[in-house]
């Protein structure tokens, strides 16, 4: 459920998000049009030996109107606060500086795991560098190159040392939920609303080594669901907290322990590229997504300012097409009602199996009325289909040659698969594998 987190701490230049881009690896985005995702990250999930875990590049937060000391010192505590593991950067080039120390001793007297890589060790002869760095009292160094990606390996197996033993996904019922949005959109006042409406049984549930608080409600049907905490919603007053990047990787932390992710908007503003980048990493996450336009109280509306609202979300989250729209207000309590019920359906839609008979009735149709493509003189084959998960739900194409397989036709099949069944509210993967 919620999987370990690396964070990687260190004064500027050490080489800490050349470190973090080689340990991140390029992870293909499915979603090519979402500017941003991509783009300076600082937040992105790995595998180590069969391991997985997230990683945080901490000198990513920046914090551009704060003296350098504090910065260093803030990050430090953002990753004490987010990480079961902290990997601690310095350079063998510049040996130990004050900054190293600082950042040491704050690290120091935090009770997490600390490792002390020691980077820029680019070629074996300047391996006697790293001796210095058992000064700062965190035990031995690892030489690491972050550009040669020498020594990563050693630091990761030190760090899944520390990681706890792999928990066996426990299966509830329980749904688990966030809402994500932009500051001011409302998220504080959507969630006491929908709490005023239903009724709490536990507040504060514990069982996160961190200081999120989520909030456990059940629904008038009977339904028990989690609603995530992104910390920085309710206990606000941290100064790292207003910055976008902490709150984009908060977010981000917060969709991984999700079932459905609620993208909040808001009515007066519309969408701004925030709003997509979120969208975009809930949607790669494979998780169940809902947009909820709060503050409809507050537009003037005519026959027609639904549906421009909708042509709107449409054309800016083209990826999205799948998931409900809900128009709401946390002031007038309009819609809220139908939160839950819905959350419910995307859930369930997350999870539905479709049965290898009747899907592949839906492949040969959509073949029938839109032939595969060619390609010099070769045509794609689909021989046959079948679910190989949920969550979201995965299906495997089995074809004659993968490369025939244009991206405009795997499009095609998603949106006959969607017309035939009901996975409104999920994005829903489509493989295509070589027949043996
Ligand atoms: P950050 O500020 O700690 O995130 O550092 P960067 O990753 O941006 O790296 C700072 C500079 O150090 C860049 O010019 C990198 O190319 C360089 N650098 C990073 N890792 C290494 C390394 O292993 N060896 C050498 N020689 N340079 C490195
Ligand atoms: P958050 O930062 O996303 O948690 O946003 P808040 O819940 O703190 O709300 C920001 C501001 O918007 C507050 O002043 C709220 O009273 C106001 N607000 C929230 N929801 C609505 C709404 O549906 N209609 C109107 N008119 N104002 C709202």
């Known amino acids: 459920m919620s999987i370990p987190t690396l964070a990687i701490v260190g004064r500027p230049n050490v080489g800490k998000s050349t470190l973090f881009n080689r340990m991140a690896g390029e992870r293909i985005s499915i979603v090519e049009d979402v500017p941003g995702v991509t783009r300076d990250r600082i937040y992105a999930h790995s595998e180590w030996l069969g391991r997985e875990f997230s990683i945080i590049d901490t000198g990513g937060i920046e914090m551009s109107d704060e003296p350098f000391m504090d910065q260093i010192k803030h990050q430090a505590q953002i990753a004490i606060e987010e990480a079961d593991v902290i990997i601690l950067v310095t350079s ?12 040491a001793k704050i690290l120091y007297k935090s009770d997490k795991p600390v490792i002390l890589a020691v980077n820029k060790v680019d070629n074996p002869e300047m391996r006697s560098d790293i001796y210095e760095f058992y000064s700062l009292g965190l035990g031995e ?20 040392k520390h990681f706890s033993p792999v928990e066996v996904e426990e299966e509830d019922d329980i749904i ?17 609303a929908m709490l005023g409406e239903d009724r709490v ?3 504060n549930v514990a069982g996160t080594t961190r200081d999120a608080i989520d909030t456990s409600f059940v629904s008038n049907t009977g339904q028990e669901f989690i609603m995530i905490d992104t910390a920085g919603m309710r206990k606000k007053g941290k100064v790292y907290e207003n910055t976008e990047k902490y709150s984009a990787m908060r977010a981000m932390r917060a969709i991984d322990r999700s079932d459905v992710v609620l993208v909040v908007l808001n009515a007066e503003e519309g969408i701004r590229e925030y709003d997509k980048r979120i969208a975009g990493f809930a949607h790669d996450a494979g998780k ?11 537009l003037e509306k005519d026959n027609h300012t639904m549906k421009e609202f909708e042509e709107d979300i449409r054309s800016e989250f083209r990826y999205l097409d799948y998931a409900p729209i809900v128009y709401v207000s946390a002031k007038t309590k309009q819609r809220l009602h139908q939160l839950p019920e819905i959350i419910e359906t995307v859930s369930q839609n997350q999870t539905l199996r ?21 390609d010099k003189g070769k045509r794609l084959k689909i021989f046959y289909a079948t679910q190989v998960a949920i969550k979201p739900p995965t299906f495997v194409v089995f074809v004659n040659e993968e490369e025939l397989m244009h991206f405009s036709y795997s499009r095609f099949l998603e949106n006959q698969i969607r017309r035939a069944f009901e996975f ?4 829903i993967r489509i493989l295509t594998r070589r027949r043996k």
């Open 92 to 103: 063998g080039r510049e040996g130990v500086t004050d900054a190293d120390e600082y950042v």
């Open 141 to 160: 160094p690892i030489p690491v190159s972050g550009s040669h990606g020498i020594g990563l390996g050693d630091v990761l197996d030190e760090a899944i």
């Open 201 to 203: 049984i536990v507040s």
């Open 424 to 427: 409104e509210g999920t994005p």
């Open 176 to 192: 688990r939920f966030s809402l994500i949005g932009r500051p001011n959109v409302g998220k504080s006042s959507l969630i006491n």
């Open 288 to 298: 169940g997504i809902v947009i909820v336009v709060n503050k409809w109280d507050t």
């Open 354 to 374: 479709i049965p290898s008979s009747i899907l592949n009735d839906v492949i040969m149709d959509a073949v029938a009325i839109n032939p595969t493509p060619t």
